[in-house]
């Protein structure tokens, strides 16, 4: 039995872990290296077992990688050998060659083999076969999995016994909200993204439903590093059901979902965001007059992208009337009850940029050009299906049911506006009045 394995750089740093017992500290791992090295140079063999201060490290080489681990209780040490080596065979069979780098690029999928290899510590299917059926290399492929019937005793209170679906399915929507600020220079001065996993379980019984993000994603307070740009989530929830003592273990989202809608999990990005659509505006005062608007937009995302149902509201005057619209896509229309002009675009595709204009009579001569700093900011809404800003993605999600039913699961991403999409990017100018000839 073992409390946790995990496979190390030639430099004895840990490339992945997983702890499957909670009784020897992960700190653990980093001190294996520093004991070889002391028994190397004390001329001493270092053998595959040894004992420190009441831990057993069990290990073995493979390639440019140590396979160790670590335990407290008296363990079938050979037991342990036997499973570091058939973890070797499988995960060699899965990627061909097992080395730092592969490590790196599987992360998710060897992450889930260590799941399915060993529970509690205790070795299971150590076969790749039967692996196989289970974890697939294009494991990002979203699949339902079916598992040999494992038993749920304990009472969840937030669902109850004997729920029956004829087709189960399971529908899974990942919704980031952005809300930002871009000041009159075009800068970018506040951002965030707001996330939200949503489900709609139909299944039957009491499944046991684990979902895998992307490994790019990391909670707050993880020393866990991704490769690349990080996706750094700050204030996560979690719903009821999720297991927080094996989330906090090794970061596995893994619940009895409740039957029907709810939310899974909330989190924020406070990451900057670059605006997805942009859009900017030139206003004409005609002293007193008619003020003239010529705006653009544009898609800041990429061209396999669209946006959908893009309305941009730009502000006027309280009293402007008889406006005059043109615009090269969409359609314009003015809401006096809102003091704005809202420019609706159906669909908006990544890079694409267009333009209106808008004409509008002043009846009241006003004064110098009067709270034109209190004006309201440009805002828009949006919804871009398919695409999350912060990169976040759901690499699998399994449904195990002891029955082995099939289960249909159904990703979805959309991001859309916040409640505060502003652009202070209005730039007013005024004409001088043509002053008559005398
Ligand atoms: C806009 O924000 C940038 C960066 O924070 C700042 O340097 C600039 O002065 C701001 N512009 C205005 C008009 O406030």
């Known amino acids: 039995m073992a409390s946790l394995i995990a496979i190390l750089d030639l430099k004895g740093k840990p490339l992945i872990q997983r702890s499957y017992r909670d009784d020897v500290p992960p700190s653990y791992i980093e001190r294996f290296l520093p004991i070889v090295l002391d028994l190397e140079e004390e001329g001493q063999q270092v053998t595959p077992c040894f004992t420190r201060e009441g831990v057993n490290y069990m290990h073995i080489r493979h390639s440019n990688l140590y396979l160790l ?16 080596h058939r973890l070797v065979q499988v995960l060699v069979e899965y990627f061909k060659e097992l080395e730092e780098e592969s490590i790196r690029d599987n992360f998710v999928i060897i992450y889930e083999l260590l799941d399915e290899m060993m529970d509690f510590g205790y070795p299971q299917t150590t076969e790749s076969k039967i692996l196989q059926e289970y974890i697939t290399q294009e494991s990002y492929k979203l699949e339902a999995q079916v598992r040999p019937p494992i ?19 399971v529908f899974l929507d990942v919704i980031e909200s952005v809300n930002l600020l871009v000041n009159s220079s075009g800068n970018v001065v506040r951002s965030e993204i707001l996330g939200s996993v949503k489900m ?30 990080a996706i750094e989530m700050e204030d996560v929830k979690f719903h009821q059901c999720v297991r927080l003592a094996r989330f906090e273990n090794d970061r596995t989202i893994s619940f009895i979902p409740p039957d029907g809608e709810f939310e899974l999990m909330s989190y924020r990005l406070s990451t900057p965001v ?9 206003v004409e005062h005609h002293k007193g007059s008619r003020v003239e608007y010529m705006v653009k937009c544009k898609a800041q995302f990429k061209r396999r992208s669209s946006a959908n149902n893009v309305e941009i509201y730009v502000p006027v005057p309280d009293d402007a009337d008889t406006p005059k619209f043109r615009a090269s896509t969409g359609t314009v229309q003015y809401a006096p009850d809102k003091s704005a002009f809202i420019w609706k675009i159906k669909q908006l595709g990544g890079s694409r940029e267009f333009l209106m204009r808008a004409h509008f009579g002043l009846p009241s001569v006003r004064g110098e050009q009067d709270s034109m700093d209190k004006r309201a ?12 800003v912060s990169g976040i993605q759901v690499r699998y999600l399994k449904i195990v ?27 007013e100018k005024t004409s001088a009045p043509i002053v008559p000839m005398m």
């Open 69 to 84: 681990a670590l335990s407290k209780r008296n363990s079938n040490a050979a037991e342990i050998i036997l499973f570091l």
């Open 151 to 169: 038993a749920v005793t304990n009472a969840v209170s937030w669902r109850s016994e004997g729920i029956r679906y004829r087709k189960n399915e």
């Open 200 to 229: 709609k379980c139909y299944l039957s019984g009491m499944p046991e439903l684990r979902l895998g993000l992307n490994d790019k994603v990391m909670f707050e307070t993880t020393g866990r590093t991704a490769r690349g740009k």
């Open 274 to 282: 670059k605006p997805l659509i942009w859009v900017e505006a030139a």
């Open 377 to 388: 900011p440009i805002t828009v809404k949006f919804e871009i299906p398919y695409f999350t």
């Open 401 to 427: 049911e002891k029955s082995g039913y099939q289960a249909l699961p159904w990703v979805r991403y959309i991001t859309q506006n916040g409640d505060d999409y502003s652009l202070r990017t209005a730039l």
